[in-house]
């Protein structure tokens, strides 16, 4: 794992530091109060662009595929099976009448 801190110096480009790895120059923020200021990164600044989905939203999605697929594969296992045993009940009860 990685683990980089950024050191805040008021300036319009910080330090972003990764142990191992290197310093680079990162844009800090705009001039103003939130430049800097670490609590600004706990608010949502703009609202997200309307149809914009987030890496939440994309697991919620995913977990949704994925359990309507396994119900619907689990649905067709059951119909496939029921039918295979109803046919070879058939062909059993056929054999004996023949005999």
């Not at 989905?53 to 999605?61: A, M, Q, V």
């Not at 062909?91 to 009448?97: C, F, G, N, P």
């Amino acid at each position: 794992m990685i683990r980089c801190t950024f050191h805040l110096n008021g300036g319009a480009l910080s330090t972003l530091s990764c142990p191992g790895i290197g310093f680079f120059a990162a844009y800090s923020g705009q001039a103003g109060s939130t430049r800097n200021n670490p609590e600004q990164a706990f608010y949502n600044w703009y609202p997200k662009p309307k149809g914009t989905i987030d890496e939440y939203s994309w697991d919620e999605i995913f977990m949704t595929v994925v359990l309507s697929l396994t119900v619907l594969l689990n649905s067709a296992f059951i119909l496939t099976t029921t039918l295979v045993y109803k046919k070879l009940k058939r062909k059993k009860i056929e054999a004996k009448t023949e005999c």
